[in-house]
Structure formats: C-alpha cells, structure tokens
C-alpha cells in the first residue's frame, strides 16, 4: 500500500454557499489578514495537495475580485442553490486524470487545521471513505478514494454526504484528530466566536 505522500492528491474547497443564513457572504467575511476563504485556501495550500479545486457560485465574481486564488482551478457551479452535492458534482470534471485521494474542505470551517488534513490522509489506510473523529464527534475534513468518485457525482442535496457515510459505514475510516470539530460559520454569532478563537489561537 502506498502512502499518502505517494499519492496524487486533490483539496476540493466548496465555496459555492449562497450565505442564506448569514445574509451575507460568508467567504468574504473579514478574517485575519485577508477573508474567510483565504484563510481556508492557506490552509490548503500548506497541506500540500497536487491539485486544489474551488467550486465558487453565489458571491463567485465577488471571491474572484476579492480573494487571492492564485494556484486553483475555479469551477462555476450555476446549480449552487440545490445544495453542497452540486458543487462535488460539478468539481469532479476538473480533477486531474490520475487523482487518488479526493479532500473535501469547506468554505466557512477556517477552524480546519493542516495537520488535520495530514493526519486524515496518513491515517486512512486504503478506505475508500475517511472522516476526522474529533473530541466531540465526527467532522470535516472527508477523503475519497478515486473508486468514490462516480458515486460522489451523482449524489443530491445539502445532506447527501452523510447518508453516503451512513450507507458505506464499515468502509469508512474514522481517523482521530485531537480538539473538537471545527465549528462552521453560519451566523453573526458563529462569526464572532471564530474570530475570538482565533485571537486565542494565534
């Protein structure tokens, strides 16, 4: 078996969201130096992926104005209002042919950490499906072996991951990463506590 540095591996960033609850876009939020998404591509970029794909869609003119993108394919996801399955779908075309390991990062978690990622993919082994089991349950970031690929693009709606998850359960490695699941960003409050905790983490 080979190891994950062996592997050709992509960083899929989903940052398609319309921000509904926000009411606003969440990717351009204010956060240290830059914006929300910038801090989530850093953290794709020190993880050294071979390919980093951005699926971009509500605020997509914005993000590309805004946002320091330099080093990712874009893919325009005009299906973003169906849900979160819509954005894998429309990335999986821009994958590069000889992809191994697919890594699904999101665009509101500037929580998620590189050593996360690193530790997801050292620890997986050969599953097909891997998720972090953090202190206080299961979250992102996800790997995909490439045989998931067909199945990933034909899935639907916000939710269609987890069931995926629940259908294929004894193939899905749970890998432990320390700390408790980085919170998403969803509202002003959630906002306030991302940018409180990374003040406490700097």
């Not at 078996?1 to 960033?13: D, I, N, Q, S």
């Not at 794709?44 to 394919?73: E, H, K, P, W």
């Not at 991951?161 to 193939?171: G, M």
């Amino acid at each position: 078996m080979r190891t994950h540095r062996e592997l050709r591996t992509a960083g899929l960033v989903l940052a398609a969201g319309a921000s509904r609850r926000m009411g606003r876009p969440k990717q351009l939020l204010p956060f240290g130096d830059g914006v929300v998404l910038d801090a989530v591509l850093d953290t794709s970029r020190a993880c050294g992926f071979d390919q980093i794909v951005v699926t971009l869609g509500g605020a997509g003119d914005q993000v590309r104005r805004r946002v320091d993108t330099r080093g990712c394919d874009l893919v325009d996801n005009p299906a973003f209002g169906t849900g979160f399955s819509s954005s894998i779908a429309a990335a999986i075309p821009a994958l590069h042919s000889e992809t191994d390991v697919l890594v699904l990062l999101l665009e509101d978690q500037p929580g998620v950490r590189p050593e996360a990622v690193r530790a997801l993919l050292d620890g997986r082994g050969d599953a097909p499906l891997a998720v972090c089991r953090y202190d206080d349950g299961v979250g992102h970031p996800f790997a995909f072996a490439r045989s998931m690929l067909p199945d990933l693009a034909t899935l639907h709606g916000d939710k269609a991951v987890w069931k995926l998850f629940d259908q294929r359960a004894p193939e899905v490695a749970e890998v432990v990463v320390p700390g408790p699941i980085p919170p998403d960003i969803d509202t002003e409050a959630d906002y306030e506590r991302a940018l409180a905790e990374r003040e406490r983490t700097r």
